[in-house]
């Protein structure tokens, strides 16, 4: 029993293990491809596109581990929770890690880059997700239910970022007919940040389930995420 029990603990402290290398590589994808966008380094874009092969393979591997622990653990009560909550975030941050290369495929289809106004408004409304992505991967490995609801409400902050980000690029695009291109660009990558951030908050409802056995209070006219 002692040397089950011992691989049952090493395979959920791997399970954990890639979770955190995988939001790790979305998380610096998200700043990385708004570095590039600022800079226009098709470069660097490239990088975060190609890298984005490796979010996928981590996905995978989740997969196929978590799977494993489900047919030969058969875990009960917490544990069941977090193996199928690993599966969720496994997910959430794959579609992270695509709305970064998206980003980052729209790094070479801004013109007059240096006087667009409207590029700088998107790096403070990155910052915010990339923080929701990077503290709702802290409230994961500290099983931490409080830290999850804090994010999910930081949700309202990103929304009206680009409620405000939006209005403002369309006003841009009907004064200055000849931006509507780069213009049109920069609102998809609004919309690519806009989306980090719901999944940042279905992480951290995941979280929050997977540490208590409840959803919050707000979702409970939604299907529990196990």
């Not at 660097?44 to 490796?54: H, Y």
């Not at 799977?67 to 997910?91: F, T």
């Not at 920069?186 to 908050?201: C, K, M, Q, S």
Request: no cysteine.
């Amino acid at each position: 029993m002692e040397h089950t029990v011992k691989a049952f603990d090493e395979d959920i402290t791997r399970l954990r293990g890639l979770i955190a290398e995988m939001g790790g590589i979305a998380e610096v994808a998200i700043g990385e491809a708004m570095d590039a966008m600022v800079r226009g380094d098709e470069d660097l874009a490239r990088q975060v596109i190609a890298r984005d092969k490796r979010v996928d393979a981590f996905e995978m591997e989740v997969d196929r581990l978590a799977i494993r622990i489900l047919a030969l653990r058969a875990p009960m009560a917490d544990d069941l929770r977090e193996v199928i909550a690993s599966l969720k975030i496994a997910g959430a941050i794959e579609r992270i890690g695509d709305y970064a290369k998206n980003i980052a495929k729209r790094v070479g289809h801004i013109e007059g880059r240096k006087r667009f106004e409207p590029l700088t408004l998107l790096p403070a409304m990155a910052e915010i997700v990339a923080e929701m992505v990077h503290d709702v991967l802290t409230a994961f490995a500290a099983r931490d239910p409080q830290a999850a609801r804090e994010i999910v409400e930081r949700d309202a902050k990103v929304d009206a970022f680009y409620d405000s980000i939006f209005r403002n690029l369309v006003s841009y695009m009907v004064e200055n007919p000849a931006t509507t291109s780069s213009a049109a660009q920069l609102l998809f990558v609004a919309r690519n940040l806009e989306r980090i951030g719901d999944h940042a908050t279905d992480l951290a409802e995941h979280v929050f389930y997977a540490a208590t056995g409840d959803y919050l209070p707000e979702r409970e006219d939604v299907v529990p995420p196990a």
